[in-house]
């Protein structure tokens, strides 16, 4: 039943929808459903059951918080260290997570309310972003 709810909470970055359900976001968001979502995980364990990080990067994540990393295949995860993210992270184990806004859009509260299935409180926003690296086998890059 989790795994097929929209989640309208405060994660490590910004008010935002979490999800295990991508399919159910792209509708809310209005977005193409060619673009990938990052999938927020629980922990580094949970991280190495959907990608392997390249070696030259791994004390790198093991120690970041509010990074996104692009790995080489072109999906991107953030290991959530926030503990009130976390309270619901840790039942899910992952989930993909993005803003709460129509993509292109501004956050609406009432928009977000609406859409979610379920409001984890308290919200509160945050301004900064997380930051995205773009990881390759031996370099990365900086996107934001």
């Not at 989930?95 to 308290?122: C, M, Q, R, W």
């Amino acid at each position: 039943m989790l795994n097929t709810q929209v989640f309208l909470t405060q994660t490590d970055t910004t008010i935002g929808f979490v999800s295990q359900n991508d399919r159910k976001l792209t509708d809310i968001k209005q977005r193409p459903p060619y673009k990938y979502y990052i999938k927020a995980v629980n922990s580094l364990h949970t991280l190495q059951m959907f990608t392997r990080v390249p070696s030259v990067h791994r004390n790198q994540v093991r120690r970041a918080k509010r990074t996104t990393f692009i790995m080489p295949d072109g999906h991107s995860y953030r290991v959530i260290k926030d503990k009130h993210h976390l309270l619901l992270l840790d039942r899910l184990k992952w989930a993909y997570t993005t803003s709460a806004n129509l993509s292109g859009h501004t956050y609406d509260e009432t928009f977000a309310i609406e859409a979610a299935d379920v409001i984890v409180k308290p919200l509160y926003n945050k301004k900064h972003p997380s930051t995205i690296l773009k990881l390759g086998k031996i370099q990365q890059r900086r996107i934001r």
